[in-house]
């Protein structure tokens, strides 16, 4: 079993629609979570930040991190064709080494 | 704030020859950087985490005698790929740590002939 699980989707949405995206996982020891943007062929992008558990918002980005149940999960509201993209979550920690989810790919079609 | 640059964006070798690839935080110092790879559609593993002034750690599995490893400034880290071959043919990512978060370079796409 992964560390952190990921569905790799294709995860496809119509414009306007919100998308919902989320990770599980297995280390209890992890404090720092993170999303990534990444579009093909680029380095990925950080979307969001999150240290324990709780909400934050960003714009038309929500992220969740629930820790008692090791589930972390990312919104994406009023969806854009350019927000196709993969998204992977990461997570540490001691805020240094990051473990990745295996990314989700996000088509948002118009 | 918090940009990574990469040089080159992408390079072509032939087989048996290194290429050193370069990291630089632009914007702020980088005590600590570290070194991925990613295969196509796959997410990124970490090969190593390169520290200002000491010798790079490496993961279990990377060869640390072929890809070396150097980070002599607090901007600046090179990855050198000695002896490529065409399985060293990859998509190379690095990042750069500010506070607690992990910033991207844009890759350097490495193709082996």
């Known amino acids: 079993q992964k560390e952190v699980e990921q569905d790799p989707g294709p995860l496809s949405v119509p414009e306007g629609a919100i998308v919902s995206l989320n990770c599980t996982y297995s280390?209890?020891?992890?404090?720092?979570f993170m999303w990534y943007r990444q579009y093909s062929r680029k380095g990925p992008e950080l979307l969001m930040y999150?240290?324990?558990?709780g909400n934050k918002e960003d714009g038309r980005f929500t992220a969740q991190v629930d820790k008692s149940s090791k589930y972390i999960s990312l919104f994406i509201r009023d969806s854009q064709p350019s927000d196709s993209a993969t998204y992977l979550c990461?997570?540490?920690?001691?805020?240094?080494?990051?473990?990745f989810g295996g990314g989700t790919r996000v088509l948002v079609k118009p | 704030g918090a940009v990574v640059s990469q040089h080159p964006s992408w390079v072509i070798c032939k087989s048996g020859t290194s290429v050193k690839i370069e990291c630089r935080s632009l914007?702020?110092?980088?005590?600590?950087m570290f070194w991925y790879r990613q295969f196509p559609k796959q997410s990124l593993m970490l090969m190593a985490t390169?520290?200002?002034?000491?010798?790079?750690?490496?993961e279990q599995g990377v060869e640390k005698d072929k890809f070396l490893i150097n980070h002599a400034s607090l901007t600046l880290s090179t990855l050198t790929v000695t002896s490529a071959h065409p399985e060293d043919s990859s998509f190379y990512i690095c990042?750069?740590?500010?506070?607690?978060?992990?910033?991207f370079g844009p890759g350097t796409r490495l193709t082996v002939l």
């Open positions: 990042s750069a740590m500010e506070a607690d978060t992990q910033y």
């Open positions: 280390n209890s020891a992890f404090q720092y």
């Open positions: 999150t240290y324990s558990s």
């Open positions: 990461a997570m540490s920690a001691a805020g240094n080494k990051l473990t």
């Open positions: 914007d702020f110092q980088a005590t600590t």
């Open positions: 390169s520290n200002e002034g000491s010798k790079a750690t490496y």
